[in-house]
């Protein structure tokens, strides 16, 4: 099973200021047949359902801010908010959409 | 409007069971493969399941794998999770999610609540 770890659990970032969260797969998720990283990234906030932020691990899903950038290759990746706003208090999740199971990061929290 | 609406969630002894369901709408549910996510109070995220469009392919977490079926019903827009043998640590909010293609959870529901506790 591939096992996914993020650092670091928890971020204090001010507003306006640019916040990273690093996601590491413990095998490479690469999909062969279009050549991109099976990785996900999910925003939670208190009470809600996660939303997909981020696909194909820098591809950014429909109505997403483009201050949500997502990097990385390999098996090193990241989640970068350039300006921290205060509506991005969230825990984060990362995800590898590669092989069953489809393991998520243990989550990060972010705050102001 | 794509829109997952889950039922089902209980109180329920330890080795009891109980169904899941998910009505899905908003979108063509019989060609959208979907998926169980699950979230225990205050922890994070644990992929249970999937099912492809015409229920012929099943796969689970090995924390369900004997325990949960997944299945669907196409005429009806909604997709289930019967689960047995229910244990403490099964306790938590179970999400059904639509796959947008090479398992990509790019809809969620808001989740029902088991619990399962003597």
């Known amino acids: 099973d591939i096992v996914m770890t993020q650092s670091p659990d928890s971020l204090a970032v001010s507003l306006g200021e640019r916040a990273t969260i690093n996601c590491k797969s413990s095998q490479t998720i690469l999909n062969s047949s279009n050549n991109k990283n099976s990785l996900a990234w999910f925003q939670q906030k208190p009470g809600q359902p996660p939303r997909l932020l981020i696909s194909w691990a820098s591809t950014r899903e429909s109505g997403v801010p483009d201050r949500f950038s997502g990097g990385g290759s390999g098996t090193d990746f990241t989640l970068t908010i350039s300006s921290l706003q205060a509506e991005d208090v969230a825990v984060y999740y990362c995800?590898?959409?590669?092989?069953?199971?489809?393991?998520f990061g243990q989550g990060t929290k972010l705050e102001i | 409007e794509v829109q997952l609406v889950e039922s089902g969630g209980d109180l329920v002894q330890p080795g009891g069971s109980l169904r899941l369901s998910c009505v899905a709408s908003?979108?063509?549910?019989?060609?959208?493969?979907m998926h169980w996510v699950r979230q225990a109070p205050g922890k994070g995220l644990v992929w249970v399941s999937r099912?492809?469009?015409?229920?012929?392919?099943?796969i689970y977490g090995d924390s369900v794998k004997g325990r949960f079926t997944i299945s669907r019903d196409n005429a009806k827009s909604t997709l289930y999770l019967e689960m047995n043998s229910l244990r403490a640590e099964d306790t938590a909010l179970y999400y059904c999610?639509?796959?947008?293609?090479?398992?990509?959870?790019?809809?969620w529901g808001h989740g029902t609540l088991v619990t399962v506790s003597s």
């Open positions: 999610a639509r796959d947008l293609g090479y398992n990509r959870l790019g809809s």
């Open positions: 099912i492809n469009t015409d229920g012929s392919n099943r």
């Open positions: 908003g979108f063509s549910f019989h060609s959208a493969w």
């Open positions: 995800q590898q959409c590669y092989s069953s199971p489809f393991s």
